[in-house]
Every structure is written in C-alpha cells, then in structure tokens.
C-alpha cells in the first residue's frame, strides 16, 4: 500500500502539469500594436498547400498579417498561383521580377512587412509569403509610424523550415503552385462536448465509489463501537488504512512541490524526459486500471471468490487472485499503449488510463474537511494563474502551456492529461485538458457526497448535486473563455474553483452547516455507550 500511494502522490503531483486548452497558439502576442485604419485584421491561420511540377506536396501552416485583404475561408474559391521567389530576397527594394499575378515568396528583415508587402504590390503580386527566421509563426503588424496603410493583397507569414523547401523546390527549376485560404474554426467542436463528459463522468463515477467505500466503513466502524472492548476500537484503523487523508500542510505542499516539479519539466523538457513521463503514467496506469477493473468483476459472483482469496506477494503484500489475474492485462495493454501511442487512435488508450488512474486516486486520496478543501483549492486556483499568466513576465512565454504542449520534447503533450481530436476543426489537433483540473475539483465533490452519505441527505437537501452542477459549469465557461480567446490555452482551475468552492461555502453558511463541514467534514454521532435517560 505504500507504494500505492507513492504512486498517487505523484501522479497528483504531475497532475497539475498540464492546463485545458487546444492546439493553434501562436507566438507573438502583439499586446503593444492596436488595431488601426489599413491594419485592423484578425489574426489568422493560413492553410498552404501546394504543389511541386503540378503533383500535390505538402500542406503548410502560416498565419495572416495584420494588413493587406482578407483570405478566402473556403478551398474551392481559393486559386491555385504560381509561386515566385523575390529579386532581391528580402523584398526591400522594388523587385527585378515581372509577375502577372504570381504569389510572391520573400525573407524576413531588412525593412518592415508593410514595405515588402507595398513592393510586391508594386510589381503585380497576387499575394506575399514572408519566410520567418524561426521555426514558429509570427504575427505581423505595422510600424508604430506608420499610418494610412493601404494593402490590397493578402500577406501571409510561414515558419522557417516551410519557406526553404519551398525555396529549394524553386531553386531547382521546379514549377511550385500554392494555394491559400483560412477556413473558420466552428465555435464548438464534438470533441469539448465529450471532454466535459468525460470530466464530469469522471468526478462523477469516483465520488459514488468513495461515497459507497465510506459508508460501508462506517457502518462496519459502528459494529466494532456496539462491542466495549477496547481491543475493538483500536482496530477500527485497519479498514481505513488503505485510504489518505491530505491535511492543509501537505495541501499547500502538494502546489509547493508541483510548482518546482514543473519547472523542472520547463527546463529540461526533451524527448528522454518525457519517455520518463510516459513510464511514470504507465505505472499509475497500470495500478488505477486494475484497481478500478477488480472493483468492477467483484460486483458479479463468478468472481467474488477470486476476489476474496489473497496470496501473499514480496513488496505488495497480500493481493487476491483476481487481481493477479488482471494484471497482466492491464501491463500488456499500458505497454501497448506506450510503444504505439504516436499512433493517431492512441488517444483511446490514453484517455482509458487516465480516466481509471483518476478514478482511483479520487477514491484513495480524500479531504477530511472543507478547511482542507478550500486550501487545496485555493493554492491550486493561485498555482494556475501564476504559471499560464505571470510565467510569462518571468520566462517570455506561459510555463504551463509550454509543458503542457511538449513543445520542446517533439511529441504534442505529455500523457497527463484528457485530449480527444477535434472532428470538425479544420484545423485538426486536440482539446485537452489536464488531470489536475478533474482531480482537484473532484476532491471536493467526492468529499461532498460522502458527507450527504453519512448524513442521510437525499440529493436535494444534500451538497452533492450542487457541486457537482457548479463543477459543470465551471467547466463550460473554462471552454467559452477558450474559444472566445481563439484556442489559447486558459488555466481551468481559474472558472472552477469560484464555481465550486463559493457554492459549498455559501451553501454550507446558509444552512447552518458550515462550522461541521469546516472542522469534523462528517456529522457528529453518539457515544454508543452513553445512555439517555427519557426526563
């Protein structure tokens, strides 16, 4: 058991990683150049695909300018031009090229893209492709002295390693065709309708489990209290020690210690070290999908004799024979999962881990009170607004984001998190969102219907149903903020926590229930060994 929990410490730990969000950020923020007459554009992404000697090559990515006319949203009204490399590359002087409506395909610097963009329209360019210095995209803007822009063709900004193949193609005389167009993202995708499912069935399906798991150790406490012995009482303890109970000392450590750890992931970010993560997850993986799958068959009696019978094993202790038969599933599919998890269906095996790791944890891990609750939430809620928001005033970019992303590891994210892909996003990716974001809240939910449990509430005079509403609905702003912040990744612990502490507490004050939920976290019951007299 200790190393179970060992294992849920740290998934806890790397949990609060990863925050929601989707792919498509881009990298400058341009927070210091306002919109104005000539160069008031929003900021799009620019699909390129192209075409070498008339047979289909690549499909780029680049992003419009803020100047300059806007693109076509749809591929069939989008032409098929000619690609022409500037005279002199960097377009900074009136090009020696004569074009009829070619797209022109210029480097970055030497003079702003204003000035490159009024030279290709100059000499009767269709459109600009500027070539970034970087391998990112870039948001390009006006001068701060210039006024009065008039562009009238699209300008549009590619990645580094896009522009040079694209050159080299030319270079070796090849004939390269290209076409452009910024299909509209839909203002909601199927896949954050199944995430939030996914959430709230999460929370929703642990917060029974360790309601059902509480009850059951209450009622078989109050068997062992009708007996006076006292030998009785003190093994009270054994039928809860397989739980852990976090105080507010190890709640405030727990974003201590996730904040060092996630700057350690910042930094030393790279492929090896997030196939030490993949192991990790695969670990806890495998402990929550067996936990979760022996708890499942127990419920039928073909199984509950497997399930009673246990065999000691060196390290685990005694373990039942249902689970030893489990476990090489559950390695074999984790395993399966890792090697092949580059594959574009292994969001299914990802998301199946997770979910069972998470299912586990919130039924092991508990808070004993709402004091230990509101501290837990509450430094997390502060945790993630400093590393998606301030981090960037510190490290020029948001931390979290970043790691979450697996931006400098080569992969898309690391494995702590849910992501399904976007079905009817044009532009492909996935809406993610990170384990810390359903565990956390989900300690609070969990702990509320175990409260309504132990004091024979019903649903409407109990916590539970208020949580977990408040908890869906904090989880749908989170994904109206996304999308109203065109897919930048948003810190979700931001929307939530107000949603769910602030209907417990209010809700705890306003029924008198407040000072027990505080302190005791469970109702009060009578000394059985006291008797009342009737007066």
């Known amino acids: 058991m200790d190393i179970q929990r060992a294992i849920h410490i740290l998934i806890i730990v790397l949990s609060l990683s990863p ?65 022409v490399l500037a005279d002199p590359p960097d377009c900074c002087s009136k090009p020696k090229n004569k074009l009829n409506h070619e797209v022109l395909l210029v480097h970055r610097g030497g003079c702003s893209f204003t000035t490159k963009a009024n030279f290709a329209e100059e000499v009767n360019a269709s459109a600009i492709l500027i070539i970034n210095y970087k391998t990112e995209l870039f948001k390009m803007v006006c001068e701060a002295n210039e006024t009065d822009v008039d562009i009238q063709i699209p300008a549009v900004m590619l990645p580094q390693d896009a522009g040079a193949s694209l050159e080299n193609h030319i270079k070796n005389n090849s004939l390269v065709f290209v076409q452009l167009y910024s299909p509209k993202r839909p203002l909601v995708d199927v896949a954050e309708v199944f995430l939030w499912l996914m959430a709230v069935g999460t929370i ?58 996630l700057v350690m992931l910042y930094k030393l970010m790279s492929l090896w070290f997030l196939e030490v993560l993949v192991v990790l997850f695969c670990i806890g993986g495998v402990e929550g999908l067996q936990t979760c799958l022996v708890a499942l068959l127990s ?42 998890r580059r594959i574009s269906f292994a969001w299914i095996g990802q998301d199946i881990l997770g979910i069972a790791l998470m299912i586990t944890v919130l039924q092991i891990v508990r808070v004993p009170n709402l004091k230990v609750g509101t501290v837990l939430l509450s430094c997390a809620f502060l945790y993630d607004i400093f590393w998606v928001f301030v981090s ?144």
Not at 21 to 34: E, F, L, W
């Open 392 to 535: 960037k005033w510190v490290f020029h970019e948001s931390v979290m984001i970043v790691v979450a992303r697996g931006d400098r590891s080569g992969e898309d994210s690391i494995p702590m998190l849910l992501k399904i892909p976007r079905m009817f996003d044009p532009w492909g990716g996935y809406s993610v969102i990170g384990f810390g974001d359903i565990i956390l809240p989900g300690l609070l939910v969990a702990f509320s219907l175990r409260y309504d449990w132990l004091s024979k509430k019903n649903l409407r005079t109990g916590y539970f149903v208020w949580a977990m509403t408040a908890y869906g609905l904090g989880l749908l702003i989170t994904y109206v903020a996304l999308n109203l912040m065109d897919g930048h990744g948003q810190p979700a612990l931001l929307y939530i926590v107000p949603f769910t502490l602030g209907t417990f507490l209010t809700l705890g004050k306003r029924r008198g229930e407040l000072k027990t939920l505080w302190t005791r976290g469970e109702p009060e019951k009578p000394c059985p060994h006291i008797q009342f007299q009737p007066s």
């Open 299 to 340: 419920c039928f009696r073909w199984f509950q004799h497997a399930g009673e019978s246990f065999v000691k094993v060196p390290l685990f202790g005694a373990v039942s024979y249902l689970t030893l038969a489990v476990c090489p599933f559950c390695i074999a599919f984790s395993v399966i999962w890792a090697v092949f």
């Open 19 to 83: 925050c929601l969000g989707s792919a498509g950020d881009i990298v400058h923020r341009d927070d210091n150049t306002p919109k104005r007459p000539g160069c008031e554009n929003n900021f799009v992404l620019v699909k390129v695909p192209t075409w070498v000697d008339r047979v289909p090559d690549i499909e780029y990515v680049g992003v419009g300018a803020r100047f300059g006319t806007t693109l076509e949203s749809k591929e069939k009204h989008a032409n098929e031009t000619r690609l």
């Open 204 to 261: 929703l399906c642990s917060s029974y489990w360790s309601a059902w798991t509480a009850r059951e150790t209450a009622i078989e406490q109050d068997k062992l209290l009708k007996d006076a012995s006292e030998e009785l009482l003190n093994s009270e303890n054994v039928s809860s020690s397989g739980f852990l109970d976090i105080n507010t000392t190890s709640a405030v450590l727990f974003v201590v210690v996730a904040s060092c750890f």
